[in-house]
């Protein structure tokens, strides 16, 4: 079974630059913990200037990722159980004009499924071992088609079928990179 990095388009020039609420903690959101938030939608506020040509594409991350409607209904339609959704609209900082709306998504697993033996370690400038390269083991997946990545948590990893089943539908900035591709440099 092939395994696939789940992500925007990077680096996606046009996305808008992004201010997220405090209810929203970085960590906690990529660890799977749910939020509290006073009252939803969530707002988040975007600085756009005149001139700028804005693209919202199907995820935009931020650090946590924001899914379409369109995203999170084939999710939804494709079995994925494990995300906790939040509707989020952004607005202009300055007009406080609607400017879209999208779902934060919160990915509740977190799987350790490293094939070790396939898997590449060094040691950085600060003496910490990092993985550069990584494969996935399927036998320790739970059946999942999506999950966060245990050893590095900020990466979205799906499976190949769903992948597949993504890939026919005309998404806009959505990456599907192959876990054998991922080159982290120390």
Do not use: W
């Not at 630059?17 to 903690?25: A, S, T, W």
């Not at 995820?59 to 995203?71: R, Y």
């Not at 966060?148 to 005309?170: A, V, Y």
């Amino acid at each position: 079974m092939q395994y696939y990095i789940f992500d925007e388009v990077s680096p996606n020039r046009d996305a808008p630059y992004l201010d997220l609420p405090d209810e929203i903690d970085l960590i906690e959101s990529i660890m799977g913990k749910k939020p509290n938030f006073d009252e939803l939608p969530i707002l988040i506020t975007a600085e756009i200037d005149e001139d700028e040509k804005i693209v919202y594409t199907d995820i935009i991350n931020p650090g946590v990722p924001l899914f379409s409607q369109k995203m999170k209904s084939a999710l939804d339609e494709f079995g994925v159980t494990n995300i906790d959704y939040y509707p989020v609209h952004i607005i202009d900082e300055n007009s406080k004009e609607l400017l879209n709306e999208c779902y934060l998504g919160i990915v509740t697993d977190i799987i350790s499924c490293i094939d070790l033996d396939n898997s590449v370690f060094k040691e950085n400038t600060l003496g910490r071992t990092v993985i550069t390269q990584f494969e996935i083991e399927h036998t320790k997946t739970a059946g999942l088609n999506l999950f966060r990545f245990h050893n590095i948590p900020g990466l979205i990893i799906i499976n190949e079928d769903l992948k597949n089943k993504l890939s026919k539908i005309e998404f806009k900035g959505v990456s599907f990179k192959n876990t054998k591709e991922y080159n982290r440099q120390v």
